[in-house]
């Protein structure tokens, strides 16, 4: 993929296979390649370059091998998919739900490399910034530490609930995260924004353009 910003040509490397549908992209001001995910989907990397997201009620699990140098990252809108048919058809939009995208994730660094007992993982979102719905974000923190307990995985850093949407940026090659809460964003924006992608969740498939923020 060739890439312009002012004048110059940058060649991303290739991705891992099965994410070259990924957005990526140069970023000039922290001079790194960055790929960004929208929410359903997730991306794996064995390369030095950051993961970018940003978060309402969704959660983000950072998870990575460090010995082995893989790892990526997800973006879930709800926690549980109560049709198991989307799984073992690998339908794309199975990822969308919190039960799906961590074992999509996980497998994904085991398929590339990883191994499971070496595994890290950072999380962060489940605001609440739908006021006026149910809580969405509390159940999805409440199912993914769930899930981080019983899968026995090692949880090494947090940043969960709170009322405002956050922007998370993630090298999976070092382990390094960085989360900035987005105060000034304007709630009702965001709101009106994730309560729409609810509602087209199960219609609109994963490659649309819809993006929460």
């Known amino acids: 993929m060739t890439i312009f ?6 060649i991303l490397p290739r991705a ?3 994410f070259g549908h990924i957005k990526r992209y140069w970023d000039k001001g922290n001079e790194t390649n960055v790929a960004k ?3 359903g989907e997730l991306y794996v990397t064995k390369l030095d370059e950051m993961i ?3 978060l309402g009620s969704c959660i983000s699990a950072c998870i990575r091998d460090p010995d082995k140098s893989i790892g990526g990252m997800n973006h879930f809108m709800l ?9 073992k058809s690998k339908d794309s ?6 039960n799906f995208a961590m074992e999509h ?29 149910t809580d969405i974000g509390k159940r999805n923190i409440e199912f993914v ?41 304007h709630n009702q924006t965001v709101a009106e924004r994730e309560t729409a992608y609810m509602k087209e969740i199960d219609l609109t498939p994963v490659e649309s353009d819809i993006e929460l923020f």
């Open 105 to 133: 994730l996980i497998n994904e660094i085991l398929k590339h490399g990883g191994q499971r007992e070496n595994l890290e993982v950072k999380l962060f979102g489940g605001g609440r910034v739908l006021s006026h719905m």
């Open 93 to 98: 939009s199975a990822a969308r739900y919190g």
């Open 79 to 87: 926690p549980v998919a109560k049709d198991n048919n989307l799984l």
């Open 16 to 18: 891992l296979r099965g």
């Open 145 to 185: 530490l769930e899930y981080i307990n019983l899968e026995g995985l090692t949880l090494v850093s947090e940043d969960l609930g709170d009322l405002y949407p956050r922007k998370v940026q993630y090298n999976p090659l070092t382990g390094m995260a960085r989360m900035k809460k987005l105060r000034t964003m």
């Open 37 to 39: 995910i929208l929410p």
């Open 52 to 54: 970018t997201t940003v």
């Open 5 to 10: 910003n002012d004048g110059q040509t940058n």
